[in-house]
């Protein structure tokens, strides 16, 4: 009787075991996600890695000749190269006064003492555009044409927007801009 009982706990635990096998295949041979990329994590982005995606887009997609950049364009790209609190809403109203949001802004009134570029006109004149070229690394005065380049300047020579002494600061043009100052998201 014994060799009869341990015939059918075997016979019981391969009946079970084979029922288990059986259920986990069915419920794997469904699943169209692989193992593998079940667990596959996407990796968060760093602030760098965002603000570079942000300065690229403004670079090679919103940026495009002849056009000029809606207001909340202008801030999000003010934004990103660094300005924040009163010194993005400065460097916004001064954007709008010298270029009223447009890349490709060009004065070329030597008699006025200008020759200046994008979006900030970052003057270019005479020694004033070599010493500039030689400090910012610039190959051409046309890069400045580039939104991102032409801010990021902007925010060296400013210091973070603390001295627009360069600019004439918020003369009453750009107090106009600076009330007009874009607070919603739209």
Excluded: C
Excluded at 105 to 133: H, P, V
Aim: proline share 4%; net charge positive.
């Amino acid at each position: 009787m014994p060799m009869e009982k341990i015939k059918q706990s075997l016979s019981d635990f391969v009946h079970s075991t084979t029922a288990i096998v059986m259920i986990t295949l069915f419920l794997f041979a469904n699943n169209t996600v692989v193992p593998a990329q079940a667990l596959t994590v996407k990796p968060t982005k760093t602030q760098e890695q965002l603000k570079k995606e942000t300065l690229d887009k403004y670079s090679n997609t919103v940026y495009k000749p002849s056009e000029k950049l809606s207001d909340m364009e202008l801030k999000k790209l003010l934004q990103a190269v660094g300005f924040e609190g009163k010194a993005l809403k400065t460097a916004w109203a001064i954007a709008k006064r010298e270029s009223n949001g447009r890349p490709l802004a060009y004065n070329g009134n030597r008699k006025t003492g200008d020759s200046s570029y994008g979006l900030f006109q970052i003057n270019m004149l005479g020694k004033l555009g070599i010493d500039r070229k030689e400090k910012f690394n610039l190959r051409s005065n046309v890069l400045l044409f580039d939104p991102v380049i032409n801010a990021e300047i902007t925010y060296y020579m400013t210091k973070g927007g603390k001295d627009w002494s360069s600019w004439k600061g918020l003369n009453k043009p750009a107090q106009e801009f600076y009330m007009k100052f874009p607070t919603t998201t739209k």
